[in-house]
């Protein structure tokens, strides 16, 4: 039986997907809801704007609270006894999921984001961590 899982949620549609097949496939577990921030780069997008944030951490909690929200919204509605936790990581999604994937026993993850921008960036993300986990991976449609 898994006890402990992961899933990174960008707030995309297939990322509540992965949280609630988590959910489903394993009801008694503790699920932490990972998400990940880009740090400051012209090249991240959104995230350029916590290169003028006075306290980057804070900064990207606030970025993350609202993905947070959403996952407690899911947990609230499923049946089970899984505990969620969260956790923001600034960084690459990539390394961001396979250094915390150590602390879990699996990783569970949406196949892409709903743009076409995010469906090629984060079904690469997806690949990656499929390609590089330590751990067992689920990729939910």
């Not at 947990?75 to 915390?100: F, S, W, Y």
């Amino acid at each position: 039986m898994i006890s402990r899982v992961l899933v990174p949620m960008d707030g995309s549609e297939m990322s509540e997907h992965a949280l609630q097949y988590a959910l489903r496939a394993h009801p008694d577990a503790e699920i932490t809801v990972l998400h990940v921030v880009g740090g400051p780069s012209p090249m991240w997008g959104e995230a350029t704007a916590l290169s003028l944030a006075d306290d980057l951490e804070v900064d990207a909690a606030e970025h993350a609270e609202p993905v947070f929200e959403r996952a407690r919204e899911i947990v609230d509605a499923a049946d089970g006894d899984a505990t969620l936790e969260t956790d923001v990581q600034l960084g690459h999604p990539v390394r961001a999921i396979i250094n915390r994937a150590d602390d879990y026993e699996t990783v569970i993850i949406g196949s892409h984001g709903g743009t076409v921008a995010e469906r090629l960036f984060v079904g690469n993300v997806a690949e990656k961590v499929v390609r590089r986990s330590p751990v067992p991976v689920t990729v939910v449609r």
